[in-house]
């Protein structure tokens, strides 16, 4: 069956000079055509002096788009970090709320957890970034920096 058609393919001549040449012909233009509008975009990633109106908005939009995009996600980044800072500050504050209670007036058994507590308290509670760096400010600082650079 496959032979068949391949030899039916060879053995098929034209009826028609004027057929093939028409054929040859539009095949030109859509090559042509298809040329024109590629080298019509090369010249536009190019920065030809004068892009059309319509390309230069589009650019406009894009160029802030991806500005407010970069600063809501650093100001998303902040928020995440300030909290994790806070709960770092605030950790430290618990061993100075338990001495100022007047736990020592309490019996013997709270003292002792209370001492346990103030020995615990005494470094400061984080959240990790994984393996990589604790969440503070200072990370912050160092991390939107190294991302704008």
Request: proline share 5%; glycine share 14%.
């Given at each position: 069956m496959h032979g068949r058609t391949s030899n039916?393919?060879?053995n098929h001549k034209p009826n028609n000079d004027?057929?093939?040449?028409?054929?040859?012909q539009e095949m030109q233009e859509n090559i042509n055509s298809q040329l024109a509008l590629f080298k019509g975009e090369l010249t536009g990633l190019k920065g030809e002096e004068n892009p059309p109106e319509n390309?230069?908005?589009n650019t406009v939009f894009n160029i802030v788009f991806c500005g407010e995009f970069a600063f809501c996600m650093l100001i998303r980044l902040l928020v995440y970090y300030w909290y994790a800072n806070e709960v770092m500050v605030q950790s430290t504050n618990i061993a100075i709320a338990i001495w100022e209670s007047g736990w020592y007036e309490e019996p013997l058994e709270v003292q002792q957890m209370m001492k346990m507590m103030?020995?615990?308290s005494n470094k400061a509670l984080g959240?990790?970034?994984?393996?990589?760096a604790t969440m503070t400010l200072n990370s912050f600082l160092g991390v939107s920096v190294k991302s704008l650079n």
């Open positions: 039916t393919r060879a004027g057929d093939l040449s028409g054929r040859i390309q230069t908005k103030i020995l615990r959240l990790d970034i994984g393996p990589f």
